[in-house]
């Protein structure tokens, strides 16, 4: 007969592995066999079922629990505060942090931080400092997930002064900010337009040894990319964020290319500031060339971005990137398969080239893409660029002479 150890395992196990409705039904077995359960099942339940965004159901659990006079641990109670708050229930979560206090429960730092993101989404700025210096009074010391989620929400407001003035304050309470602290500093100053602040806070960033992420680059990209004139500054964001291998994200893409779509107006643009002397943009190169050779800037920003990913080794997500935008309508050029190849091939991963469709390349898209190749050729190192060539090539013979490539890839 399973006692209420095995019981838990078992209940354990089905809450890790994300059948949570199989769990409960197992806590109700327990039940009908005249088994209570122990606060440690309850506390797995709840945990399960916050995660899974089933607030409603956890309340039951948790009102079940005080039924039978099982007090839910400190765990529990952040869990619960913090689902409620992300599922924009911000009362029921002050009623929930009161109550923990209520039954004696030692609320630590983790139960004060979700409180105050509730405040903050809630646009209680006030009542967040003020539960912040309270903090103080139970022996706590906010971190710095505290003082991020005050300063992002003085952001969100557009009150910069304020947010400026935490974030000092901040570091005079020896809590040193993290990348979150910076972005959302970022993201102020950009949305205000005030570049030059928002570049030293970069600065200032990386010079206390921490590295910018996705978010903090497409922040810059997406507010320089909205005007015509510092799209410069967009393009050297994104070559910088490749140049450090931070991988971009979709959010990343769309904000290049609608600048580009949305800003350039047929123009051949000029190279943007910010490289080291004697450095030149890969992305503007193939932009303007591409331009130049009568290809439209849909075609010219797309193939301009993909060069870049491969160049930089992150074919992976050139092939991402790829599969977006074919799913918006654009299908595959012959400068697209010719960067692609040459990402395999940066990679050491060149038999991948296998799966490439080259079915909709004649002769003349062939010949595009070996002429793509060579300037591509200019930026990689001579393995990598004969590799390419050398499989490049090979396709054209075999198209010129109507036979399939033994490679794998047919040509119709």
Known sequence: KPDIVTYGILIHGLVVSGHIDDAINMKVKLVDRGVSPDAAIYNMLMSGLCKSSRFLTAKLIFSE?????????????????????????FDEARKVFTLSIEKGVKVDVVHHNAMIKGFCRSGMLTEALTFMNKMAEDDLVPDEFTY???????????????????????GKRKCKPNV????????????????????????????????PNVVTYTTFIKSF???????????????????????????????????????????????????????????????????????????????????????????????????????????????????????????????????MNFCNLDEKGLEVAVRYSRVLEQHLPQAVTSEASTILHAVVEKVDTKEPYSGGVSVR
């Open 65 to 89: 629990m005080l039924d039978r006079d099982i007090l839910p641990d400190a765990y529990v109670y952040a869990t619960l505060i913090d689902g409620f708050i992300r599922n924009d229930d």
């Open 148 to 170: 991020s989620t005050i300063i992002d929400g003085y952001v969100k407001q557009q009150d910069m002064t304020t947010a400026v003035k935490i974030f000092r304050d901040m």
């Open 180 to 211: 979150v602290t910076y972005t959302s500093l970022v993201n102020g100053f950009c949305c205000q337009g005030d570049f030059k602040m928002a570049e030293e806070t970069f600065k200032e960033m990386q010079s206390c040894g921490l590295v």
């Open 225 to 355: 990319a909205k005007e015509s004139s510092t799209l410069g500054k967009a393009v050297y964001y994104w070559e910088l964020m490749l140049r450090n291998n931070c991988v971009p994200n979709e959010v990343t893409f769309n904000c290049l290319l609608e600048g580009f779509l949305k800003k350039t107006s047929g123009k051949v643009l000029a190279e943007p500031n910010g490289f080291n002397e004697g450095q030149k943009s890969l992305f503007f190169e193939f932009f303007n060339r591409l331009k130049s050779d009568g290809w439209s800037d849909h075609a010219a920003a797309y193939n301009s971005v993909l060069v870049c990913l491969c160049v930089h080794g992150m074919v992976k997500t050139a092939c991402k990137f790829q599969d977006m935008m074919v799913k918006k309508g654009f299908s595959p050029d012959p400068v697209a398969v010719a960067a692609i190849l040459h990402g395999f091939c940066v990679v050491g991963n060149s038999e991948q080239w296998r799966n």
